[in-house]
T-cell receptor, first 110, second 110 residues
Framework: RKEVEQDPGPFNVPEGATVAFNCTYS??????FFWYRQDCRKEPKLLMSVYSSGNEDGRFTAQLNRASQYISLLIRDSKLSDSATYLC???????????FGTGTRLTIIP | NAGVTQTPKFQVLKTGQSMTLQCAQDMNHEYMSWYRQDPGMGLRLIHY???????DQGEVPNGYNVSRSTTEDFPLRLLSAAPSQTSVYFCASEGGYEQYFGPGTRLTVT
């Protein structure tokens, strides 16, 4: 089983719709969680950290469920500029190393 | 601030050749790392460094060497290129839990 698993998609979603991705992780010692965004042929960039209480940044909401070992990303009122690959990233306690999911590809359709 | 810079952007090597991928950051970050990204595999850690003079192996270190003589620079050396090393290589530095990635080097080994 992969340490971090994501549905690769692609998700093709009309502009203005709401879309949600899930990501599951296998290491129960994982402590820090992130969503990164990667545009085509570009480097990954941090979208948001995921906190236990959940957090929101504009149209983006991230949630963590430790009991079921998954994190989610919700995008509301999707824009064409949201088209990208979204990477789920997990970090274990006391370990600098990150484990990346393979990414979920999202395309927003006009 | 240039952030994280990588050179070259593109490189084609023949099997058996050696080369060095350059990485530099101007954010005074102690932690730096090298990843490779392959389709369907996600980003995989090759080597990392927690400070000048200190390096360690990641998930896929075979065929690669690193050194860290200064805080700013973290070059990755391919000893004897193989077609399996065809990939996109990203260097990253970490500040405050965020990974800052360079623009990547697209390497093809024929």
């Amino acid at each position: 089983r992969k340490e971090v698993e994501q549905d690769p998609g692609p998700f093709n979603v009309p502009e203005g719709a709401t879309v949600a991705f899930n990501c599951t992780y296998s290491n129960s010692a994982s402590q820090s969680f992130f969503w990164y965004r990667q545009d085509c042929r570009k480097e990954p960039k941090l979208l948001m950290s995921v906190y236990s209480s959940g957090n929101e940044d504009g149209r983006f909401t991230a949630q963590l469920n430790r009991a079921s070992q998954y994190i989610s990303l919700l995008i509301r009122d999707s824009k064409l500029s949201d088209s990208a690959t979204y990477l789920c990233v997990v970090q274990s306690f006391g370990n600098e190393k990150l484990t990346f999911g393979t990414g979920t590809r999202l395309t927003i359709i006009p | 601030n240039a952030g994280v810079t990588q050179t070259p952007k593109f490189q084609v090597l023949k099997t058996g050749q050696s080369m060095t991928l350059q990485c530099a950051q101007d954010m005074n970050h102690e932690y730096m790392s090298w990843y490779r990204q392959d389709p369907g595999m996600g980003l995989r850690l090759i080597h990392y460094s927690v400070g000048a003079g200190i390096t360690d192996q990641g998930e896929v270190p075979n065929g690669y060497n690193v050194s860290r003589s200064t805080t700013e620079d973290f070059p990755l050396r391919l000893l004897s290129a193989a077609p399996s090393q065809t990939s996109v290589y990203f260097c990253a530095s970490e500040g405050g839990y965020e990974q800052y990635f360079g623009p990547g080097t697209r390497l093809t080994v024929t």
